[in-house]
C-alpha cells in the first residue's frame, strides 16, 4: 500500500449532505483570507469544524435478529416512559422511551435500529426547544419513523430538532426495507433521537451512556432477563 493510500485509509468520508456546506465555508475562508489573513485562518479552522461535523465513519453492526442497535452517537439524557407521538400510530399507552442527545461534535448520521420494513414517515413541524428538554419530544420539529420488524415488532424512532438544529434530512421512504445499522437520515448541528421500545422490553443501556450509531446495543427483543446494573467508572 502507498502511503497516499494509507493515509486515505485513515480519513473519515464526508457524507454528501456536508459538502454544500464545507464548500461554502471554505469560500467565505478565502474572502477572510483577502480582508484579513487573521481572519481567514479563523475560518479555515471553521471549515475544518464542519468537515468534521459531517463525518460519516463505517459502523460494525451485530445482525442477530431481536437486537435493537443505536441509532444515533451521543449520549443517553433520559429513558423514562413516555406516550409515543401520535402521528406514528402506536398507540396511547406510554412506553419505554430512550432519549439519546447530539452535540454539535457527534456524528450527526442516523440509522436504523433494527431490520425491517418502513411502514411510516411522519413529519411535523414545531418549534425549536433546547433538544435535552423532555418537552422536546412534544413541541420541536421533529421526523417519525415506525419501522416492522420481520416478526412484525413495531418501532418508533424519531428525529428531534434542537436549539441550533434547523434541517432533518430523510435518506429513505415508506415501504422501503432497511437492515440494522443502516443510514436512514441526519439532523444538522446538534439534537436528539428518541427509541420507543415495544412494551415489556428492557433496555440494556443505563442514562449517561456514550452511544455510537450502528454499533451499541440498546435492547434485545429476545431476551427478558431481570435487568441490569451499571457501573460509573
Known sequence: MSIVDSIRSQLVPIHSEGYPFVGAFALVSLVLFWLWSPLGWIGV??????????????????????ILVSPADGRVSRIAPAKPPAELGLGEAPLLRVSIF???????????PTAGRIERIAYTPGLFLNAELD??????ERNGFVIATPSGV??????????????????????ATVGAGERVGMIRFGSRVDVYLPEGTRPLVAEGQTMLAGETVIADL????????????
Open 154 to 175: 413495531r418501532i418508533g424512532m424519531v428525529q428531534i430538532a434542537g436549539l441550533i438544529a434547523r434541517r432533518i434530512v430523510t435518506f429513505t421512504r415508506e415501504g
Open 45 to 66: 479552522v471553521l471549515t475544518l469544524w464542519c468537515a468534521y461535523f459531517f463525518r460519516d465513519p463505517p459502523r460494525v453492526t451485530p445482525l442477530r435478529d431481536g
Open 102 to 112: 447530539m452535540n454539535v461534535f457527534n456524528v450527526h448520521v442516523n440509522r436504523s
Open 135 to 140: 418537552k422536546a419530544s412534544e413541541n420541536n
Open 222 to 233: 429476545k431476551v427478558s432477563d431481570p435487568g441490569r446494573t451499571y457501573r460509573v467508572g
